[in-house]
């Protein structure tokens, strides 16, 4: 479940997620994806928190960041879902670029 906040970070409209997990995937840049992907993996295996950042192209083409932390849920030993938050981390990411160009 998607919370309308966690959407529109996304850019997603309000309900256009429909809570499947590869819809979420389309919008994350391909070069994060996998790195992704294998954190969400990890995550569900060990039990251990996930904590990633990765980009998302918005559908104005637009480019943020995204800062996920989570963790797995499990019933009957199975993975079930993953709880967690998502923090729009781009002003930090771009102030980080900014302050490098000029050392």
Same mark, same amino acid.
């Given at each position: ?9 996304? #850019?997603?409209?309000?309900? @256009?997620? =429909? #809570?499947? !997990? #590869? &819809? ?5 840049? !391909?070069?994060?994806? @996998?790195?992704?992907?294998? =954190?969400?993996?990890? *995550?569900? $295996?060990? #039990? @251990?928190?996930? $904590? &990633? ?34 923090? =729009?981390? &781009? =002003?930090?990411? @771009?102030?980080?670029? *900014? ?5």
């Amino acid at each position: 479940i998607w919370s309308p906040v966690m959407q529109q970070l996304h #850019g997603f409209a309000p309900g @256009e997620h =429909d #809570g499947k !997990p #590869g &819809t979420g995937f389309q919008r994350i840049l !391909p070069e994060d994806l @996998e790195r992704v992907q294998a =954190d969400i993996a990890r *995550a569900t $295996s060990s #039990g @251990e928190k996930s $904590s &990633t950042v990765y980009r998302v192209r918005l559908p104005d083409g637009s480019l943020r960041w995204i800062e996920a932390i989570g963790r797995v849920q499990f019933e009957q030993g199975r993975p079930r879902r993953i709880a967690g938050v998502c923090f =729009d981390v &781009t =002003d930090r990411h @771009e102030a980080q670029l *900014a302050s490098l160009s000029f050392k």
